[in-house]
């Protein structure tokens, strides 16, 4: 596609409920990040794919939070049992290789937890 | 403490105003910088890369002074368009990027 698009665009989820966000980058790109930005924050790194290998999963804050990425297209995001504390906007972005040059975000999905 | 600090204002400025932002890096070992503007509900988008000998794009300037660990955005000529929260950026990893908390601009006419 002409963009990095996510799905859904918004996502309520009660309290312990299991969310599942979707990226799908641009084609032919390398490269894909997941970020996470809390209201009023800027965006903070959470994990890295080269391909179809994790490569960093360092910012992923609990072992609540997986990604994968299985044929190195179409990435998802994985919170289990979700906490209010996970309230924020999820942003994929990607790259035809590293470095930080070329980064194109998607819209995001922006999760509450009620 | 973030390794990307910025002031995060907001800044009221009128059209037509030259306004500057500024932000302090933390880690030495961070290679590149950039500029990126937030809309308000919206993804960032890159505004400039930042280099050491300073880089220009109309009506914006950008700097980076490696000696203090500082960077520098300066808008000239302020329009209502140009309010957004702009993103101090940098990149230590070869991939990872920092994020500021962001500056807040709103141009009034």
């Known amino acids: 596609g002409a963009g990095v698009s996510q799905s859904p665009r918004y996502k309520v989820a009660k309290r312990g409920q299991d969310v599942a966000l979707r990226c799908d980058p641009i084609?032919?790109?390398?490269?894909l990040f997941w970020y996470q930005q809390a209201l009023g924050q800027g965006p903070e790194f959470l994990t890295y794919?080269?391909?179809?290998?994790?490569?960093?999963k360092s910012g992923l804050p609990s072992d609540r939070f997986f990604a994968e990425r299985p044929e190195g297209s179409v990435s998802t995001l994985k919170i289990q049992r979700t906490q209010q504390e996970d309230s924020a906007v999820y942003l994929c972005?990607?790259?035809?290789?590293?470095?930080?040059?070329?980064?194109?975000f998607g819209s995001g999905t922006r999760l509450t937890v009620v | 403490r973030k390794e990307v600090e910025q002031d995060p204002g907001p800044f009221n400025v009128p059209e037509g105003a030259t306004v500057a932002f500024n932000c302090t890096y933390s880690?030495?070992?961070?290679?590149?910088f950039f500029w990126y503007r937030q809309d308000c509900r919206k993804e960032p988008k890159l505004l400039m890369s930042?280099?050491?000998s300073g880089n220009e794009d109309g009506r914006f300037t950008a700097q980076l002074n490696r000696a203090s660990q500082y960077i520098s955005l300066l808008i000239r000529d302020s329009k209502l368009s140009d309010s957004a929260t702009y993103l101090c950026?940098?990149?230590?990893?070869?991939?990872?990027?920092?994020f500021g908390k962001g500056t807040s601009l709103l141009v009034t006419p």
């Open positions: 972005a990607s790259s035809l290789g590293p470095g930080g040059y070329g980064y194109t």
């Open positions: 084609s032919g790109h390398v490269s």
């Open positions: 794919f080269q391909n179809e290998a994790q490569l960093d």
């Open positions: 880690n030495s070992a961070s290679q590149s």
């Open positions: 930042v280099y050491s």
């Open positions: 950026v940098g990149a230590n990893s070869g991939y990872a990027l920092n």
